[in-house]
T-cell receptor, first 112, second 113 residues
Framework: DQQVKQNSPSLSVQEGRISILNCDYT??????FLWYKKYPAEGPTFLIS?????DKNEDGRFTVFLNKSAKHLSLHIVPSQPGDSAVYFC???????????FGKGTRLSVIA | DAGVTQSPTHLIKTRGQQVTLRCSPK?????VSWYQQALGQGPQFIFQ???????QRGNFPDRFSGHQFPNYSSELNVNALLLGDSALYLC????????????FGSGTRLTVV
């Protein structure tokens, strides 16, 4: 019973174009959503987050959109760069210091 | 400023053995959480320690146990290892008091043969 779902195992995008990674969740009690980036042989690195009271958060090339009615969030990367190639995990929390609930991840490949 | 450090990096154990993994949290963090990431899966929450006590626990059997020391470092112990325990074990630390800011270590790759 997966509460956070990333239905695309992989995504390939050309350098300079937009990357859109999607995430769906089932539990409306989630209060906070986060995106982590993971390179091989490293731990997940925090990328960007959004509170359930917002619908958009931007940080440089990265923007996260939240649609609460659809229980859907997406991460936009513009423009995509080869260094963005990694596995991206969507995660959700009920409140502060509660466990992270992760999706299975999407492997992004940015082709030069 | 050192982040979260985990040891060892890699470990090979035989089925039925016991293993101990170690984690030192980021400076200023007092809460430590452990996650298991199986191949092709997202990290799964094992348990969280705060003030030397297990505060929350995920859906893992009692073979998985832990400890937190007064300096906030933590250990994860797994008894009676199964082949299915082969995974990347991640430690994450955070400041207490309702923080959303988890910092992860690079993990320990455990292989059970």
């Amino acid at each position: 019973d997966q509460q956070v779902k990333q239905n695309s195992p992989s995504l390939s995008v050309q350098e300079g174009r937009i990357s859109i990674l999607n995430c769906d969740y089932t539990n409306s009690m989630f209060d906070y959503f986060l995106w982590y980036k993971k390179y091989p042989a490293e731990g997940p690195t925090f990328l960007i987050s959004i509170s359930s009271i917002k619908d958009k958060n931007e940080d440089g090339r990265f923007t996260v959109f939240l649609n609460k009615s659809a229980k859907h969030l997406s991460l936009h990367i513009v423009p995509s760069q080869p260094g963005d190639s990694a596995v991206y995990f969507c995660a959700a929390m009920y409140s502060g210091n509660t466990p992270l609930v992760f999706g299975k991840g999407t492997r992004l490949s940015v082709i030069a | 400023d050192a982040g979260v450090t985990q040891s060892p990096t890699h470990l090979i154990k035989t089925r039925g053995q016991q293993v101990t993994l170690r984690c030192s949290p980021k400076s200023g963090h007092d809460t430590v959480s452990w996650y298991q990431q199986a191949l092709g899966q997202g990290p799964q929450f094992i348990f969280q320690y705060y003030e030397e006590e297990e505060r929350q626990r995920g859906n893992f059997p009692d073979r998985f146990s832990g400890h937190q020391f007064p300096n906030y470092s933590s250990e994860l112990n797994v008894n009676a290892l199964l082949l299915g325990d082969s995974a990347l074990y991640l430690c994450a630390s955070s400041p207490g008091g309702g923080s959303y800011g988890y910092t992860f270590g690079s993990g320990t790759r455990l292989t059970v043969v």
